[in-house]
């Protein structure tokens, strides 16, 4: 067990070693492993404080029915009535006007411009949940509510929300398709990266295999090499996030202050980043055996 802990750590430093000694070269192939993770990172970054915004505000179906306010008492009750027995309604809520400007007032920046109005001018409402397995009958109930007598408006509260769950989750699938392209560069690069490397030391490694290395000793630095580029191309693409993150917050932070939010793009979960490095690494590591795969099969002792 030791020889082996001492194999991979002699390895694991002539890996070090190469990339040390080609600085250039190695800050080159980084950089372009760290720009091509930034994107579908910066992507599921970005996607993920959509879904924390859109999750603040309930998805499920909501219809908020405005009554009429020169509406007859028996309008109301009729209308209560009717909604109450229709099997698509759920839990059915009155809010009065008076309530909805009570309510009003304690939202910030609006309680000084309902202070300064001398009439009421809310409408009494009803506030209705559709039950499960209903949500494709919203537009269908709202239709239906619309030709009743005592009705004003009809409006589905939650459509906007299921409109944009519905084009995060079209972002996500873009975000995947773009990671999957972007992957395959990256394994692309370090397949190259690699390949130069094992020509280089042809003769090196004709001499190991001659003096009795087995493939496992010839290949182990390359797939440690190619693992550290992927490693440190992730580390790299996670600071390209954070410094774009930070730059777009600045212009985030004035939007959101003029709606009385503190709301900013957040950065990725430890969890979320660290697997971003494990996923570089394991990229880089599949270059690399991909490539010694195939060309150390050319090599040949003389």
Known sequence: MS?????????LRGALRKLANQRASSFLNVLVIGIALALPAGGYALLANLQGVATRFAL???LSVFLDPERKPADREGLEKWVRADPRAGAVRFVSKDAA??????????????AALNLNPLPDALVIKLREGAPGQLDAFANELRKRPGVAQVQADSGWARRL?????????????LGALLAAGMVAVTFNTIRLQVLTQREEIEVARLLGATDSFVRRP?????????VA????????????????????????????????LAFLTSGDALAVAALAGLLGWLGAYLSVSIYLREIEPR
Do not use: C, D
């Open 165 to 177: 769950a519905a084009l995060i989750e079209i972002g996500r699938l873009a975000i995947g398709v």
């Open 3 to 11: 020889a082996w802990f001492s194999q991979h750590g002699q390895a």
């Open 60 to 62: 499920e179906p909501q």
């Open 222 to 230: 390359f797939y440690y090499l190619g693992a550290l580029q992927g």
């Open 101 to 114: 400007l009570a309510e009003l007032k304690k939202t910030e920046g609006i309680a000084e411009v309902v």
């Open 233 to 264: 191309g992730g580390g790299v693409g996670l600071a390209i996030l954070a410094g774009g993150l930070f730059f777009m917050n600045r212009g985030v932070r004035t939007l959101s202050e003029t709606y009385g939010s503190g709301f900013q």
